[in-house]
């Protein structure tokens, strides 16, 4: 059964891949070999200025390409790779690929704004991501500035100041941190002061019955107002109508994502779609004056 199909080629096959291994121990030998023959790919979902519509980046979003044209979702694969350790190669091997990607873009003269990653739990809590993470900006030359980090609320629930202290050895590589899913973990709201947090990403469940659920009226217009107060930049994750997008603006949040914009798209789709210069600059420039 198709999960979700996107334009043309990309369609999700979920439940073929789960069915097609016939047990847990092969599908885990099945995605230690994807890693190892790099069958995961990177796609790109823009992150976008509410008012204007520009876009300001992408989140980076793991696939598995199972065979020719079968594309499969994170929600699959992520979980058994969090139980079996296999998240830390594929986490440094996303962070690598959009490292050089990103680098690879801004040698070409595009307008990059943040790629932001996703770190799991598992990633987070190994206590090596900084370290990582720093190695992989090293060798690939890609400006932090221009990195994103996501982590979760249940990602980061230690013990002590632990998850303080690493956030803050991330932030001294000098990236950026945002909350993802902001709204869904069960930890104290007390977390926002003490951490060096950049932005909040509020989870779908909040956008979803928009406008017309009053309950998620009021959280999403409630956590837009604190991370105003807080200084913290605000994105609405999974916005699909401009009715949504219609009450975010009007409830003053920044930015958004979500499929009214576009879904997640290969790396060559958003870079011609997004990143390219505008076609009409593009047709009426002279062929030999530089771009942009
Ligand atoms: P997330 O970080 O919250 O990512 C947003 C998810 O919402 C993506 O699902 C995206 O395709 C989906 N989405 C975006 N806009 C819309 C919309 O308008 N409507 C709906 N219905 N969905 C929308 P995806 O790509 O399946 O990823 C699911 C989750 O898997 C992510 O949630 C993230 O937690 C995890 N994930 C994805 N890539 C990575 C990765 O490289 N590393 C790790 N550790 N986790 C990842
Ligand atoms: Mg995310
Ligand atoms: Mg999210
Ligand atoms: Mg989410």
């Not at 830390?88 to 990103?102: A, F």
């Not at 629930?157 to 202290?165: L, P, Q, W, Y």
């Not at 104290?188 to 932005?199: E, M, N, T, W």
Request: charged share 25%; hydrophobic share 40%; aromatic share 6%.
């Amino acid at each position: 059964e198709a999960k979700r199909s996107g334009r043309g080629t990309h369609r999700y096959y979920s439940h073929a891949f789960t069915l097609a291994a016939s047990s847990r121990l092969s599908l885990e030998g099945r995605l230690r070999r994807a890693l190892k023959h790099e069958q995961f790919e990177v796609h790109y979902q823009p992150l976008v200025n509410l008012a204007d519509n520009r876009v300001l980046g992408a989140e980076a979003l793991v696939r598995l390409r199972a065979n020719g044209e079968t594309v499969v979702g994170p929600g699959d694969f992520i979980p058994i790779m969090e139980e079996t350790g296999l998240i830390m190669p594929l986490g440094d091997w996303v962070q690598r690929t959009v490292c050089s990607q990103g680098r690879q873009w801004l040698d070409d003269g595009h307008l990059l704004g943040v790629l932001a990653v996703n770190l799991s739990a598992t990633e987070v809590r190994s206590g090596r991501v900084a370290a990582q993470v720093r190695r992989t900006l090293d060798e690939t030359g890609f400006p932090p500035s221009h990195l994103e980090l996501e982590v979760t609320e249940s990602g980061l629930i230690m013990r002590g100041d632990e998850a303080e202290r690493l956030l803050l050895a991330l932030k001294d590589l000098g990236l950026n941190l945002s909350i993802d899913d902001f709204g869904t973990g069960y930890s104290s709201l007390a977390y926002l002061k003490r951490f060096p947090i950049d932005k909040l990403k509020i989870d779908r469940s909040f956008i979803k019955d928009i406008p017309d659920d009053r309950s998620s009226v009021q959280l999403a217009a409630t956590i837009i107002a604190m991370a105003q107060n807080l200084g913290l930049h605000v994105l609405a994750e999974g916005v699909e109508s401009e009715a949504q997008r219609a009450f975010l603006g009007a409830r003053g949040c920044g930015a958004y994502q979500g499929f009214l914009f576009s879904r997640p798209v290969p790396a060559d789709e958003f870079v011609l779609r997004f990143l390219a210069p505008l076609k009409g600059a593009a047709a009426g420039a002279d062929p030999g004056s530089p771009r942009g």
